[in-house]
């Protein structure tokens, strides 16, 4: 089965650079860009969707907590009605950029806190749900696979939903996230990283304690602002074709 190979791009703003997205561009299928929430200014979305457009990778919106100061990796208390406005609000800027382009918006996928809270949180899922919906109801909701809030969310609004898994990220033995705050819950060394996305592709992930967990993933993320993001993804890349891997997409 063919798999989508996701990163997490357009995440620098005004005179910070953030993450490798020229090199990166070119082995990944489907981009997440930062809609200026959390990263991202409207010069560096302009740059971003271009970019995708010229190497033929599919755009989608990464919305987030309003917290440039933290990366939209701390939990904020909204409303659900503002986590509904705020999603909406996002994905019409960087749809605004894609028309200017004429480059298809295929996805939405949340960033951060934002996105490990609807993981485990109904209200907040569908909160943002229903913000995609309201935009377009074509557009695919890309969130954790082993997320029952998320996929549950999806369906309630008949949005198509996309199974996420990590390859530079390590699993808990149920199928979540290690929280990023443990040391080494950020994979940076190429080989693991390869290794855990031909896992995801065959259908498993090994957690840290050893546990083998099925997980049944569309698309397999790797994140822009890893040190090691650009060595992981050329690693990933070529242990996915030698496993016969086809890397392919979402499309809407």
Do not use: W
């Amino acid at each position: 089965m063919p798999i989508d190979l996701n990163c997490d791009m357009g995440e620098s703003f005004g005179a910070y650079t953030i993450g490798a997205d020229e090199a990166l561009m070119p082995l990944i299928t489907s981009a997440n860009i930062a809609c200026g929430f959390h990263a991202g200014d409207p010069l560096v979305l302009d740059r971003t969707v271009a970019l995708a457009k010229r190497h033929g990778v599919a755009v989608g919106a990464h919305p987030g907590f309003p917290d440039l100061a933290g990366f939209g990796r701390r939990n904020m208390q909204l409303s659900q009605g503002e986590i509904e406005n705020s999603v909406l609000y996002q994905i019409g800027a960087l749809a605004a950029f894609c028309r200017a382009h004429d480059a298809p918006l295929v996805h939405v996928k949340a960033h951060g806190a934002l996105y490990n809270m609807a993981a485990g949180d109904a209200g907040i899922a569908g909160a943002i749900a229903r913000g995609i919906a309201r935009f377009d109801r074509g557009l695919v909701m890309v969130g954790l696979a082993s997320s029952r809030a998320m996929a549950e969310a999806a369906a309630a609004e008949n949005l198509t939903f996309a199974r996420e898994a990590f390859a530079d990220r390590v699993y808990n033995p149920d199928g979540t996230l290690q929280a990023r705050r443990i040391p080494g819950a950020l994979i940076t060394d190429p080989g693991r990283a390869a290794n855990q996305a031909v896992d995801i592709a065959q259908g498993f992930v090994i957690a840290h304690d050893g546990t083998r967990v099925p997980i049944d993933a569309q698309t397999i993320c790797l994140h822009g602002d890893n040190p090691a993001a650009l060595a992981n993804a050329q690693a990933m890349r070529r242990a996915l074709a030698d496993a016969g891997v086809q890397v392919k997409a979402l499309v809407r």
